[in-house]
């Protein structure tokens, strides 16, 4: 197979995707999904824009340091300052790319640069070369490309790559085209851009439209070969183009498209439910590939096709997405080696210590549950990977309900602080989860907005985990939180844990009364990308 049927899998997740409001990492974290990126097979990895903060620049340079087989990008916009410092936190990458990139449309001419046609082309150019003398793979990106006039698109493209650029990326930013559209720019470019044979043709969509899927695989119809995406579609707005889902639709239609990834498409669901986690969000029932619902058939018409033939209503297997069909089922009497296989079979890669702390909190499951079902053991393996990255702990915690005129629920909680000090609060409510989490907020001396509260079931039965996702504003930023527990009201109170550390390290935010936490001191960003 020749270099024009490989279609490259750039991914943003920990970049463009940790934009999404209440989708911030830690630098664990992000080095966490970096690991699971580049076992999935994928290309590049975009681990930040490095000039964006000092936390962005240590995310970038871990990544860089820690992380093989994909190479490692980037993010900074064409100027003199952002080039320089992303390169120094890549330094240390086996392979490397800088992304440079700068607005090229009229309106972010007018609006937001204050700069001319001319100005603009100096800068890409500019950036370009300069981004060459500190690596030899080079992407540049013409922010909002597709509202850029189409003449002056393609100068700027023949100018980059005469700088030098390796990657040329013809970003939706706002998510406004459409397949047709997208495939007739991306076809004028290869035919007015001068040397475009000499590099690889990229596209980022957004979703705005609900089509940031649909125009990247009309961009590589029409001869794009990198895609920018993310896990789950995650981003800003409405999101990103859904790795998962524009990965299974090349594979799944290589009748059509005559192209192929290097991902290990066994390893999407795996991943995709690792990313809920740390993000603290759910991932949709009717989410296309990795939902729930993606393989299940209720319909009595469909459930006779499926008996007589899974290609009836089946264009994928469950099995090729990560998805496993096993009725295995685990109980308080099964040992690590039965777990360590189950877990493997899932399509999950912990190392041993991950291993051992998961062996912990499954033994103390199944004290609680006569059986561990397999969306038991991801739900376990999932809480693992939470944001644990933050001063505070729950210790404790009981609750009452109550019904009737003049009762009213309350909560105790007990909390460790950043200093190791045990702090215990109390608070009454309009329920058992609005109690503890006045109570929670009362001890870290917090003031939140509670955006909105998700509960479900993990598995079966009157003694399933339940899972909770709850949303949060404090000092004007969303942050997201998950938690998992037999006992639903725990699981709120896990999840609000969550959102408290995710909060602790805004810099802005003040939710470590006891004594500050170091990380949330460092430099406000100074920067915001949108390619």
């Known amino acids: 197979m020749n270099d024009n049927d490989r279609v490259v899998i750039f991914d943003t997740t920990l970049r463009d995707g940790e ?10 974290q992000k080095l966490r999904l970096a690991r699971t990126l580049a076992g999935l097979g994928v290309d590049v990895i975009e681990a930040g824009f490095a000039a964006a903060s000092p936390r962005d620049f240590d995310a970038v340079q871990e990544v860089a340091r820690q992380v093989e087989g994909a190479t490692i990008c980037s993010l900074a916009r064409c100027n003199n300052h952002d ?11 086996k392979k490397r790319r800088l992304h440079v990139f700068i607005a090229t449309s009229p309106i972010h001419r007018r609006h937001k640069l204050n700069m001319s046609r001319a100005e603009v082309l100096q800068r890409a150019v500019a950036g370009v070369r300069l981004a060459r003398e500190f690596c030899k793979d080079v992407e540049f ?7 850029t006039e189409p003449e002056f698109l393609a100068e700027v493209m023949s100018a980059v790559i005469e700088a030098g650029a390796t990657t ?11 397949p047709d559209e997208m495939h ?5 470019l290869r035919e007015q851009v001068s040397g475009i044979e000499q590099v690889v043709i990229s596209t980022h969509c957004h979703n705005d439209l609900g089509m940031a899927v649909a125009n990247s695989l009309a961009a590589v119809a029409a001869g794009a070969r990198q895609v920018e995406c993310t896990i789950n579609g995650i981003g800003e707005r409405a999101g990103n183009c859904a790795l998962e889902e524009v990965v299974m639709g090349l594979k799944t239609r290589s009748d059509l498209f005559g192209v192929s990834t290097a991902i290990d498409t066994r390893k999407l669901y795996p991943a995709s439910r690792q990313l809920a986690a740390i993000i603290g969000s759910f991932v949709p029932a009717n989410k296309a590939i990795v939902g729930d619902n993606a393989f299940a058939h209720e319909a009595g018409i469909h459930q006779h096709g499926m008996l007589a033939n899974r290609e009836t209503y089946e264009i994928m297997r469950p099995e090729d997405v990560g998805i496993s069909r096993s009725t295995l089922v685990l109980g308080k009497h099964s040992g690590r080696h039965a777990l360590a296989d189950r877990v493997r079979e899932l399509g999950f890669e912990l190392a041993e210590t991950e ?18 079902f397999d969306a038991d053991i991801e739900a376990l393996i999932a809480g693992g990977q939470g944001d644990r990255a933050g001063p505070w702990q729950l210790v404790g915690l009981q609750t009452t309900s109550s019904m009737g005129q003049g009762q009213l629920p309350s909560a105790a909680v007990a909390l460790r602080g950043p200093d190791g000090q045990s702090v215990t609060e109390a608070a009454t409510g309009d329920g058992p ?4 989490l006045k109570a929670m907020a009362r001890a870290t001396g917090t003031e939140f907005e509670l955006i909105s509260m998700r509960v479900r079931s993990v598995s079966e039965g009157e003694d399933a985990q339940g899972e909770a996702a709850l949303t949060a504003r404090i000092d004007g930023t969303q942050y997201s939180g998950r938690g998992v527990d037999t006992d639903i009201v725990a699981a709120c109170a896990k999840a609000f844990i969550e959102i408290l550390n995710r909060a602790s ?10 004594s500050p936490d170091p990380v949330a001191h460092e430099a406000p960003r100074v920067a915001t990308a949108h390619p």
């Open 19 to 28: 934009q999404s409001p209440g989708c911030s990492m830690s630098v664990a």
């Open 83 to 93: 080039i320089p410092l992303a390169a120094r936190a890549l330094s240390s990458a």
């Open 141 to 147: 990106s013409a922010e909002d490309a597709i509202r």
């Open 168 to 178: 040329i990326n013809v970003p939706d930013t706002v998510g406004y085209t459409t």
């Open 184 to 188: 007739r720019i991306i076809s004028t």
């Open 355 to 372: 291993l051992e702390q998961l062996f912990v909190r499954f033994k103390d499951l199944a004290d609680r549950k006569r059986q561990v």
């Open 433 to 436: 989860v609005d109690a503890v």
């Open 505 to 514: 390290r805004n810099p802005r935010a003040d939710v470590t009364r006891s």
